[in-house]
């Protein structure tokens, strides 16, 4: 079977196609992350939990939720991984970024009983084609359904901007779980794509008619094929450039003393992994 795709798969390589490199063919490990996707986990794995709770009838209140975020932090946060960006922020401020996230969806939500939870960090595959060539994958952060018998696909967002309608009725990340989703749930189910800016404590919704849909199977088959096809991988300066976890290794950023430096450690790697297997072939040679 081939590569399994995924949305953040295709925009890696919409956004820049070195990256893409980096992480998809080299398969670099990425040794840090920004801070802005640490609150997004923290604050992503106190809602899966506490929805948890909620599906067993046990609503804990805000102040535990929290604190639990506040234990969550301390236990995660590694100040050798996480990257703040943007000089000048302090590290209370994402801290308190979190807080302020989870306790105005807290109180706007509460009791939690706006819709039946069907399924929460569901892992969904799919395939795009009859025939199952091109497959697709995602983690959906939520799935109810409404008092009206939609089905609604969550997906949480922690940043700041909140997209103008024009730009969710063309998103394709949850329009992709829907085609997913559509296989479990039945072609002529209704659904509805919601997000919550937590940020902002406001909520977005979309939904899509079929034929948009087959646009949708479409576009991403074009995208997969093109993908395949390509044997160069350009480096392209975007807005995201300073929170890419490759920009030391990137030609448009990287000195040549890091790319030299980069190099020799990749080759000193390769040759100890080299030696390891010469020796562990010697050792099987000798029984």
């Not at 970024?97 to 892992?123: K, S, V, W």
């Not at 790697?269 to 010697?282: C, H, P, Q, T, Y």
Request: hydrophobic share 35%; with cysteine; aromatic share 10%.
């Amino acid at each position: 079977m081939g590569t399994i795709y995924s949305h953040s798969r295709l925009s890696s390589f919409e956004n820049c196609p070195k990256q893409f490199e980096f992480r998809y063919i080299q398969k670099i490990p990425s040794t840090s992350e920004g801070i802005e996707a640490f609150v997004g986990k923290r604050v992503h794995e106190i809602l899966e939990r506490l929805y948890v709770f909620v599906g067993r009838g046990q609503i804990p209140g805000v102040e535990k939720v929290i604190d639990r975020y506040q234990k969550l932090w301390e236990e995660s946060y590694d100040a050798e991984r996480v990257r703040i960006v943007r000089e000048g922020t302090p590290l209370s401020y994402y801290r308190e970024l979190g807080e302020n996230c989870l306790r105005g969806y807290y109180l706007r939500h509460y009791p939690f009983d706006d819709a039946e939870t069907l399924g929460l960090e569901r892992r969904v595959l799919f395939p795009l084609d009859s025939a199952g060539k091109y497959r697709m994958q995602g983690i959906i952060d939520r799935i109810s359904r409404a008092r009206d018998g939609a089905i609604e696909v969550h997906d949480y967002k922690t940043g700041a901007r909140v997209p103008p309608q024009r730009i969710l009725d063309q998103d394709r990340q949850l329009a992709l779980y829907q085609i997913g989703l559509s296989r479990e749930y039945g072609e002529d189910t209704p659904f509805r794509l919601v997000w919550h800016y937590v940020a902002k404590n406001r909520i977005c919704s979309s939904t899509r008619e079929p034929e948009e849909l087959v646009s949708l199977r479409e576009t991403t088959i074009q995208r997969i094929d093109e993908i395949e096809a390509a044997t160069t991988f350009e480096a392209r300066k975007i807005a995201l450039c300073n929170w890419c976890e490759y920009k030391e290794r990137c030609p448009l950023h990287a000195t040549p003393e890091t790319l030299a430096r980069l190099e020799a450690e990749e080759k000193a790697v390769a040759e100890a992994a080299a030696l390891a297997k010469a020796e562990d072939d010697r050792q099987l040679d000798l029984l």
